[in-house]
Structures are given as C-alpha cells and as structure tokens.
C-alpha cells in the first residue's frame, strides 16, 4: 500500500520527483567529493606508505617526523627497552614514546607498557602513537595515567604539516 501510494504521488507531480532526484543526486555528489578528499588527504600525507612498514622501520621513520617537529630524538634499543621505543627531549622536557604500527586498534597493554616506563626513564611525559586507532579501554586507561594517545588521525596531521614545510623548503631552496 505504502509503494503504491509513492508511486502514485511521483506519477502525479513531476515537479516533486524532479526535485527528489535532485536531492538525492545531490547527496551522492557531496559523497562522492568527501570521499575524494578523503583519499587525496591520504594520499599527500604518505600513511599508505607507513601502513606497509615493519615495526622498527615505523619508529625509525617517527624519530626522523619528530626530529623534523624540532625534538632532540633518541631510538631505544629493539629489545629491553622498558616499554618506550623514543626519547625525546624539548625545552626541559623528557618524553617517552611507545610507536604501534598495527593493522588492529592498540589496546591498553601499550598504554600500561608505556605508563610504567615513565618512572624508570624518569620522564615527564609519555605518549602512544600508531598508524591506528586505540580502544575504549585504552582511551579510559589513558587518561587516568596521563598517557598521550596519538592516533592514525593525528599522525596523519603531523605528516601532512611536515609534507607542507618540506615542499616549502624545497621552493624556497630549488
């Protein structure tokens, strides 16, 4: 009855299923442009590219956006680090950094990995960062041990700033 009835008020007035048709028309373009963007940002930032990296090669590639951030940056050995992987140091400032190069969400295992480390690098900060996303948990966690959560979209940020400084450079020096 209800499709019936539609029909019938679309067949009767083709003003309104010209104006439903654009409508709708226009939705699907504003879909189509965000998502454009979307893969344009991605594209410009170079995630794509650290989604394909090892684990060392991830933090290997944060202390160098970092160094470029203006942090003093120090990469811990592979193994027996405590639980942080950088070390960074910025106006008095010691900064602990566990990276997490994951296809899944980071769970609270690096946030407690990270948290406890704080005590015995003796710094003043510790932060997670990942190609990802953190769960709920980590996020709850986090927050409670003052961990910084640096996530996919941030990164992302950091990597898009530091693309623009560098195409900049390259203007001013070529």
Same mark, same amino acid.
């Given at each position: 009855?209800?499709?019936?009835?539609?029909?019938?008020? /679309?067949?009767?007035?083709?003003?309104?299923?010209?104006?439903?048709?654009? @409508?709708?028309?226009?939705?699907?373009?504003?879909?189509?442009?965000?998502?454009?963007?979307?893969?344009?940002?991605?594209?410009?930032?170079?995630?794509?590219?650290?989604?394909?990296?090892?684990?060392?090669?991830?933090?290997?590639? /944060?202390?160098?956006?970092?160094? *470029?951030?203006?942090?003093?940056?120090?990469?811990?050995? #592979?193994s027996?680090?405590?639980? *942080?992987? /950088?070390?960074?140091?910025?106006?008095?400032k010691?900064?602990?950094? %566990? #990276?997490?190069?994951?296809?899944?969400n980071?769970?609270?295992?690096?946030? %407690?990995?990270?948290?406890? *480390?704080?005590?015995?690098?003796?710094?003043?900060?510790?932060?997670?960062?990942?190609?990802?996303?953190?769960?709920?948990? *980590?996020?709850?966690? #986090?927050?409670?041990?003052?961990?910084?959560?640096?996530?996919?979209?941030? /990164?992302m940020?950091?990597?898009?700033?530091?693309?623009?400084?560098?195409?900049? @450079?390259?203007r001013?020096?070529?």
């Amino acid at each position: 009855m209800g499709l019936d009835l539609l029909w019938s008020m /679309l067949a009767v007035d083709p003003l309104l299923t010209f104006g439903i048709m654009v @409508f709708f028309g226009g939705l699907l373009l504003v879909a189509l442009i965000v998502n454009l963007l979307r893969e344009q940002k991605l594209g410009k930032s170079g995630i794509l590219e650290v989604d394909k990296m090892s684990g060392r090669k991830f933090e290997e590639y /944060l202390l160098a956006l970092l160094k *470029a951030k203006g942090y003093y940056v120090q990469l811990t050995p #592979a193994s027996g680090d405590y639980g *942080a992987d /950088l070390i960074l140091s910025a106006k008095g400032k010691k900064i602990i950094v %566990q #990276a997490k190069r994951y296809k899944k969400n980071v769970g609270v295992k690096a946030v %407690q990995e990270i948290a406890s *480390a704080k005590s015995h690098y003796k710094a003043d900060e510790c932060w997670v960062v990942t190609n990802s996303f953190f769960t709920e948990q *980590a996020r709850k966690l #986090a927050n409670s041990n003052q961990v910084r959560l640096i996530d996919r979209k941030q /990164l992302m940020n950091w990597m898009v700033q530091e693309n623009k400084v560098d195409r900049g @450079f390259s203007r001013i020096m070529g």
